[in-house]
Every structure is written in structure tokens, then in C-alpha cells.
């Protein structure tokens, strides 16, 4: 397992790109899929780190995780 101290620097330095690229990217690379996942990571370590809670990071504002799971309900439905 990672120490929190490697856990809080990694975190650190994605926050330190996104910062940078928010300020001074363009918007190709705000709009990426390279960029989006980034920002995926750092919410991740938030989390991880227990700066968001884990009811905001299942709720819709991050992961939305009820809508996702109705969705698993109706692909097992329709397939099983």
C-alpha cells in the first residue's frame, strides 16, 4: 500500500497541472480526454485523502454512482 505522504505529493503535483493548465492551457488541452481523466485522478486522491466525503463522492457531482448503478440494473435486465 502507498503511504499517505506519496499519496498527498502525487496529488500535489496533478494539482499543480491542473492549476497551470487551467490558467495558461488551451482549450484543446482543458477539452482532452488526457486533461478529463487528470482531473479524474486528483478527485480520486481527494477522496482517498478524505478531503471529500464519500456521500459527495458518490453523489452526482463526481461519480453519480445511484444513476450508474440503475443503469448496471437495466443492461443486466436486458442482457441476462
Do not use: P, Q
Not at 20 to 35: L, P
Amino acid at each position: 500500500m502507498r503511504s499517505a505522504e506519496e499519496i498527498v505529493e502525487l496529488r500535489n503535483r496533478i494539482r499543480r497541472i491542473i492549476d497551470a493548465v487551467v490558467e495558461f492551457g488551451s482549450k484543446e488541452e482543458i477539452d482532452s480526454r488526457s486533461y478529463l481523466f487528470l482531473c479524474n485522478v486528483a478527485d480520486t486522491l481527494n477522496w482517498v485523502l478524505e478531503e471529500v466525503s464519500t456521500e459527495v463522492f458518490i453523489s452526482a457531482e463526481y461519480l453519480g454512482l445511484d444513476e450508474w448503478m440503475k443503469r448496471e440494473k437495466e443492461l443486466r435486465e436486458d442482457f441476462l
